[in-house]
């Protein structure tokens, strides 16, 4: 990976799942491991922010504390240092390797959470993606749920990892709007999915969509 992303892309197929907390997306992007795994296809689980040792440790800045902890333009910086890091040690790697690549979250949470959380700061990030990851998932998709049945989930599960949680309803309605755009603009990479139906209906689309972009 170079910094104007120039670089020729790796062989393996790289798939991101994306949607607002609680959305259900990181057990899904787990049972379409689990699911490519059993047939003996070799796939690569990760997420972000974090999937490497140093984006972890970036990780815990970002997502631990009071909301007002860092301003939306210091994370961008913080979220992007975490993906260049990932991107470097172990997406790139993988899908030169021929290896596909399941990522719980990826750029387009930046142009969602700090994009448009707070001021219209989209072009900043779009700048800085391009300068500094250059490259998009072959395949998106965003699992869409009602915000108030998401962040009751989310709140559920009582982690330290609660900073954007708290930021409230209001930002996960706005949050999925923004996901929901970012699917209406480029059609080809997302698949949207309904993400308020059991798991296992959940997964078995989420498989076929996958088999389907082969
Ligand atoms: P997770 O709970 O799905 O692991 O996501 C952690 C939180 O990080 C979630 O609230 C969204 C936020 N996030 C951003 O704000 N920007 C980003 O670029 C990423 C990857 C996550």
Known sequence: MTGDGSDAPGHGRFISFEGIDGSGKSTQARLL???LTARG???L???EPGGSPGAEEIRALVLQGEPDRWSAETEILLFTA???DHMERRV?????AGRTVICDRFADSTRAYQGSSRGDLRAMVDQL????IGREPDLTILIDIDPEVGLGRAKARRTAEERFEDFGLDLQRAMRQVFLDLAAAEPERFRVIDGARPEAEVAAEVARVVEAGR
């Open 45 to 47: 689980l990760t997420r």
């Open 33 to 35: 491991h689990e699911h």
């Open 82 to 84: 975490a993906r260049r």
């Open 41 to 43: 296809e070799d796939a």
């Open 129 to 132: 993606h391009t300068l500094m």
């Open 92 to 96: 790139l790697p993988a899908l030169d």
